[in-house]
């Protein structure tokens, strides 16, 4: 079983019409991690996660997901 | 420019010194172990040998603590590249251990050599991990 987490981080961004760089900036991390974890390529901790959703305004559960092929 | 945009081009900057850094440690061993022994070449591998190994560490953090930039340049993306990295230097050194193992038992090796190898294989590998994450990261 290989489970992976998908997130639409980058969806809920644009909406705010906001770039990587003003959301790093909001949640106090480079963009390079934003874009990492907008990338999937980086799994966020829970306090980054918390972050996100605040800044968002999205509940956490609506970022992010875990998707299993299997 | 702001702090995100220096933090940015400060990160890119750093992860190109990784692998000018890392090139010209392997380069001290190569020279070194093959063409030229001396005490130079041999001081110059150990001082490339402790800078290199300071750059895994989150140095930024332990000198200036408070600062915004720090912070930024060690934040958790970062941490995870270095561990990454660390990683994948713990690995390359205990090849170049094995490899050299029997290189030593049967007197190739002195024992200062194989030293020599396996850190600059852990260091090496540890700093283009990083350097690479670091820059595909920032893409």
Not at chain 1, 40 to 55: D, E, H, R
Not at chain 2, 56 to 78: K, N, Q
């Amino acid at each position: 079983m290989s489970e992976t987490l998908l997130n639409t981080l980058k969806d809920e961004r644009e909406r705010l019409g906001l770039t990587q760089a003003a959301l790093a900036e909001r949640v106090g991390v480079s963009r390079k991690t934003i874009n990492t974890v907008e990338n999937g390529v980086f799994i966020p901790s829970t306090i980054l996660a918390l972050k996100l959703a605040a800044v968002l305004e999205r509940p956490v559960e609506a970022l992010f997901r875990i998707s299993d092929p299997t | 420019m702001n702090t995100i945009e220096l933090a940015e081009q400060k990160s890119r900057a750093w992860a190109i010194m990784l692998y000018v850094l890392a090139v010209l440690l392997l380069a001290a061993e190569l020279i070194g172990m093959t063409m030229m022994r001396s005490d130079f070449v041999d001081g110059f591998w150990l001082g490339m040998a402790m800078v290199c190994a300071l750059t895994l560490t989150p140095w930024r953090r332990w000198f200036r603590p408070r600062s915004t930039l720090s912070r930024l340049l060690d934040d958790e993306g970062v941490r995870e590249h270095r561990r990454i990295s660390c990683d994948a230097g713990f690995w390359a050194g205990l090849a170049a251990a094995l490899l050299t193992a029997p290189l030593a038992h049967d007197a190739v090796l002195g024992g200062y050599d194989v030293a020599r190898v396996v850190a600059t294989a852990s260091l090496f590998a540890a700093m283009i991990s990083f350097a690479t994450l670091e820059l595909r990261a920032s893409r």
